[in-house]
């Protein structure tokens, strides 16, 4: 007796489609875990509600010293609301630290498993000839040489970039609008001489 098939398993696209389903999946299961241990804390809620504070306090106080001539009681309050949201950034990152090694063992074991899977497969065609940097990435893996061989690890690589990113939108879990990508772990340096 035949075994019935599924129609994922017998369309050309099927390999595509299960990448990018786990992808959407591993996406989702990260989003539930930082929300478990980072976004429904009272910590994080009272440091984004800082950060939101002090960068909506830097920005009117910029707007005011730009129409005033600059005095130095008003420089030096900018400083300080601009020191106190740099730490409010940087212990905002700390606190995401611990979710971040969590989320980062769940995306090692998912492609793991991936490549177990798709080892040597092409799961998808570019419609485009890649230049030589992109198609080490994109044919990496892959048997022959057909650039427009798409392996696994590019397309899950894709997907998870732009699936997270957007679902963090969606949901809400996107960064203050005050901490700036400086202003993390590792801030630049400040370029300001007193």
Not at 51 to 76: N, P, V
Not at 85 to 104: I, N, P, Q, T
Not at 149 to 159: E, G, P, T, V
Request: glycine fraction near 6%; hydrophobic fraction near 40%; charged fraction near 20%.
């Amino acid at each position: 007796m035949a075994t019935p098939q599924f129609f994922l398993s017998s369309s050309k696209y099927s390999d595509s489609l299960t990448v990018v389903g786990i992808s959407i999946c591993t996406a989702i299961i990260c989003e539930t875990i930082s929300w478990i241990l980072i976004y429904r804390t009272n910590s994080y809620k009272s440091l984004k509600s800082s950060i939101d504070k002090a960068s909506k306090k830097l920005e009117t106080m910029k707007t005011d010293t730009a129409k005033i001539t600059t005095k130095k009681s008003k420089t030096k309050k900018i400083d300080r609301v601009e020191s106190s949201l740099k730490e409010s950034s940087r212990d905002l990152s700390l606190f995401k630290f611990k979710s971040g090694a969590v989320v980062a063992l769940v995306l090692i074991v998912v492609f793991g498993l991936l490549n177990s899977l798709f080892e040597g497969k092409a799961v998808a065609k570019l419609p485009f000839q890649p230049i030589t940097l992109v198609m080490k990435m994109s044919h990496r893996g892959l048997p022959g040489t057909d650039s427009t061989d798409c392996s696994m690890a590019f397309l899950y690589f894709l997907c998870s970039i732009s699936i997270r990113t957007n679902l963090q939108k969606f949901l809400g879990f996107s960064p203050p609008r005050g901490s700036a990508p400086g202003a993390g772990f590792l801030p630049l340096p400040d370029t300001k001489t007193n």
